[in-house]
């Protein structure tokens, strides 16, 4: 593990985004379709990462994509993701998705996904990236967790 008083904070690469859900973005049932969700998370970890590390960055996996609740017409999608923790050349970004009725203002946790990100170079080969620096007791737990995530997805590999 690394030392957590050194790196870049957890809060410069928090992102949100928010969109109105359409009918051309659901299907039969009037939920947005989960393909359309996976491409709001891909983009937003993408964001996430890119401002962690300032370089271009690729998905190289999704470890976890958990769908809790559907997302339904006329509802807005709300977005929020931020590094857990960097290794050489990838970093852990966890991504939240909620459902937020705009007329009574109930939130729904809908979606939670894990995605490693990889920086590269111009010639998309891969490239050191700063360390994260956890602040809040949250961040510290995510932090941790993600190293062992980090071991166990190493140990798929082999």
Sequence with gaps: MTDLTTGIPVQQSRTFLTDLVFPPDTNHHN?????KVMAYVDKIACIAAMRHC???VVTASSDSFDFLAPIKTGDAINLEAYVTC??????EVFVKVERENLLTGEKQLTARA????????EDGKPIPVPQVQ???EEEKRQYVQAQARYIERKNKRI
């Design 31 to 35: 939920t947005i379709f989960g393909g």
């Design 54 to 56: 300032r370089k271009p």
């Design 86 to 91: 960097a290794h050489q050349t990838s970093m």
């Design 114 to 121: 894990f995605l490693t990100m990889l920086a590269i170079d």
């Design 134 to 136: 956890p602040e809040t």
